[in-house]
C-alpha cells in the first residue's frame, strides 16, 4: 500500500524542491521554496469492490499539495503549475517498492490560496493516487 510518505518521497525526487524542504503532515518551519504533502479529507464511501476487499487490484490515496514558495506571485504560479503537471502526467511510477498506476486531478489547475501571514504565497493542488495493491500469493 502506498502511503503518504511515499508521495512525500516521489515529490521530493522530482527536484522541484530540496528534499528537506518537502514535508508530510505538517509544515514546522514554513521556510520558502516549500512543498507540504497532506492526507485530503475526503467525505463519501470506501471503495470496494463486489466480493470484498480481497477481490480489490488498486487503493486509492487522496493527497493534497501545498506549494508554499515566495513573495513573487508568478514565481509560485510557475512551481504550483510544473508540480500539477508532473501529477497529471504521471503513469506507472515506482517509489519505494510500491507502484502508483496513475494520478487523478481533483481541481482543474493549482488553487491560489493567497499568502500566509508572512506574505508568502501559497497555492494548493488536490490529486487521487491510483495505486497497485501487492499481489496475494499463491496458496
Not at 36 to 45: A, K, M, N
Not at 53 to 75: G, R
Not at 89 to 114: A, E, R, S, W
Amino acid at each position: 500500500m502506498v502511503t503518504l510518505s511515499d508521495i512525500r518521497d516521489y515529490v521530493a525526487k522530482l527536484g522541484i524542491v530540496k528534499n528537506e524542504r518537502c514535508y508530510m503532515g505538517k509544515m514546522d518551519t514554513k521556510h520558502e521554496e516549500s512543498i507540504g504533502c497532506y492526507h485530503l479529507r475526503r467525505s463519501g464511501p470506501s471503495r470496494i469492490p463486489l466480493g470484498g476487499k480481497e477481490n480489490a487490484t488498486f487503493d486509492v490515496l487522496p493527497v493534497s499539495f501545498l506549494i508554499h514558495w515566495n513573495k513573487n506571485v508568478a514565481q509560485t504560479d510557475q512551481k504550483a503549475n510544473e508540480l500539477y503537471g508532473i501529477l497529471q502526467d504521471l503513469k506507472n511510477v515506482t517509489v519505494n517498492n510500491k507502484k502508483i498506476k496513475f494520478c487523478i486531478m481533483q481541481v482543474p489547475y493549482p488553487q491560489d490560496v493567497g499568502t500566509d501571514e508572512t506574505g508568502i504565497f501559497e497555492m494548493v493542488i488536490e490529486a487521487e493516487f491510483y495505486c497497485s495493491k501487492a499481489e496475494k500469493e499463491e496458496e
